[in-house]
């Protein structure tokens, strides 16, 4: 990051709908060049790379974009990425902590967004083929609820599903720990 770049900030009443969640297409997440700012945000951002290379950074440090590479953000991150070529795929999960993290029980047993967890290889998660259908399957259905379900049974809905990605990246991170 060059002397010129500013930090820019983002809040989470802009999230979305105004909800304390939002999942976002690729074609739209691609039109956005807030991505190529250093940014922090004031909520978790779950980025998956599905299609494409690149680079990323998450307080400073660098990482190679693979196909099918899951970056876990915390709120607490400053990141941003180096433009990449058009044949990046790219998906985004944001919400803010309470949406997520509820009670203490919550915060033993979901994946725990440690804001220094990058520097262990804990945010960049590299899902094998069972487990990159089980997500898919996963954010299809959070695309669905987003868009088509109203009021609580939304935030239900998609607080259940969030809740299954992140246990089963949690199982991902996991797994490459015993490998």
């Given at each position: 990051?060059?002397?010129?770049?500013?930090?820019?900030?983002?809040?989470?009443?802009?999230?979305?709908?105004?909800?304390?969640?939002?999942?976002?297409?690729?074609?739209?997440?691609?039109?956005?060049?807030?991505?190529?700012?250093?940014?922090?945000?004031?909520?978790?951002?779950?980025?998956?790379?599905?299609?494409?290379?690149?680079?990323?950074?998450?307080?400073?440090?660098?990482?190679?974009?693979?196909?099918?590479?899951i970056?876990?953000?915390?709120?607490?991150?400053?990141?941003?990425f180096?433009?990449?070529?058009?044949?990046?795929?790219?998906?985004?999960?944001?919400?803010?902590?309470?949406?997520?993290?509820?009670?203490?029980?919550?915060?033993?047993h979901?994946?725990?967004?440690?804001?220094?967890?990058?520097?262990?290889?804990?945010?960049?998660?590299?899902?094998?083929?069972?487990?990159?259908?089980?997500?898919?399957?996963?954010?299809?259905?959070?695309?669905?609820?987003?868009?088509?379900?109203?009021?609580?049974?939304?935030?239900?809905?998609?607080?259940?599903?969030?809740?299954?990605?992140?246990?089963?990246?949690?199982?991902?991170?996991?797994?490459?720990?015993?490998?």
């Amino acid at each position: 990051m060059s002397a010129t770049n500013e930090i820019s900030f983002h809040e989470s009443q802009n999230l979305g709908k105004g909800l304390p969640f939002a999942i976002v297409e690729p074609s739209v997440l691609m039109s956005n060049n807030d991505l190529f700012e250093p940014s922090l945000r004031d909520f978790h951002v779950i980025f998956w790379f599905k299609k494409g290379t690149g680079k990323y950074y998450i307080d400073f440090q660098e990482y190679e974009i693979e196909p099918n590479t899951i970056m876990l953000v915390s709120k607490d991150n400053l990141h941003y990425f180096e433009h990449f070529n058009d044949k990046v795929e790219l998906q985004s999960i944001a919400f803010q902590p309470n949406f997520v993290y509820r009670n203490n029980t919550d915060l033993r047993h979901l994946f725990n967004f440690d804001s220094g967890g990058h520097l262990e290889g804990k945010q960049t998660l590299k899902p094998n083929e069972a487990d990159t259908k089980f997500l898919e399957n996963l954010s299809d259905q959070m695309f669905e609820v987003y868009r088509e379900w109203n009021d609580k049974q939304r935030e239900e809905g998609f607080y259940h599903l969030l809740c299954l990605f992140l246990i089963r990246c949690e199982r991902i991170q996991k797994a490459a720990t015993i490998a």
